[in-house]
T-cell receptor, first 112, second 116 residues
Framework: GAGVSQSPSNKVTEKGKDVELRCDPI?????LYWYRQSLGQGLEFLIYFQGNSAPDKSGLPSDRFSAERTGGSVSTLTIQRTQQEDSAVYLC??????????FGEGSWLTVV | AQSVTQLDSHVSVSEGTPVLLRCNYS??????LFWYVQHPNKGLQLLLKYTSAATLVKGINGFEAEFKKSETSFHLTKPSAHMSDAAEYFCVVSYAGGTSYGKLTFGQGTILTVHP
């Protein structure tokens, strides 16, 4: 596609439920990143994929968070047993040369 | 380790006057530096980037930034503000090294307000 596509754009879920967030990177981009933007926390790095492998997952906040990438393309970020502090905008980004990184518009997650 | 400090959380200017958004960085390696803009309820848009070529970088919408290694700064400027420039601006550093190649570290953001 023309840009990084994320779905859903908005998600409201009950505390304790699992959620999946999807990212379609720009076609041909081998690098894929997940970031989280929370009020008062700024933008936090979560995980980086190069192809299907994740050389850097140092930003995942707990073992409730996991991510995978298949076929070197689509990535899914899964949050299990959601908590209210997980409410944030989850941003996906992709890059072909790691010098220019393009962001999607984000998935707005609200845990009630 | 790398870090970014945006020196002002809020900047307010009048339309038609210059804009200066300040950023200092710290990086153990030769950094790549970026400015991104985020309009309300929108995604992040790349304004400009520095990747060790020319130290004065021109971006979109009339913005430019100058990389000053001696001052570890990468301030964003625009000669004349427009109402549509009102947004939040992020200074970002990335470095090429180890397994975190391309990993971005964001500043805390500067909210730019433009008055008529």
């Amino acid at each position: 596609g023309a840009g990084v596509s994320q779905s859903p754009s908005n998600k409201v879920t009950e505390k304790g439920k699992d959620v999946e967030l999807r990212c379609d990177p720009i076609s041909g981009h081998t690098a894929l990143y997940w970031y989280r933007q929370s009020l008062g926390q700024g933008l936090e790095f979560l995980i980086y994929f190069q192809g299907n492998s994740a050389p850097d997952k140092s930003g995942l906040p707990s073992d409730r968070f996991s991510a995978e990438r298949t076929g070197g393309s689509v990535s899914t970020l899964t949050i299990q047993r959601t908590q209210q502090e997980d409410s944030a905008v989850y941003l996906c980004a992709s890059s072909s040369d790691r010098a220019t990184i393009y962001f999607g518009e984000g998935s707005w997650l609200t845990v009630v | 380790a790398q870090s970014v400090t945006q020196l002002d959380s809020h900047v307010s200017v009048s339309e038609g006057t210059p804009v200066l958004l300040r950023c200092n960085y710290s990086s153990s390696y030769s950094p790549s530096l970026f400015w991104y803009v985020q309009h309300p309820n929108k995604g992040l848009q790349l304004l400009l980037k520095y990747t060790s070529a020319a130290t004065l970088v021109k971006g979109i919408n009339g913005f430019e930034a100058e990389f000053k290694k001696s001052e570890t700064s990468f301030h964003l400027t625009k000669p004349s503000a427009h109402m549509s420039d009102a947004a939040e601006y992020f200074c970002v550093v990335s470095y090429a090294g180890g397994t975190s190649y391309g990993k971005l570290t964001f500043g805390q953001g500067t909210i730019l307000t433009v008055h008529p």
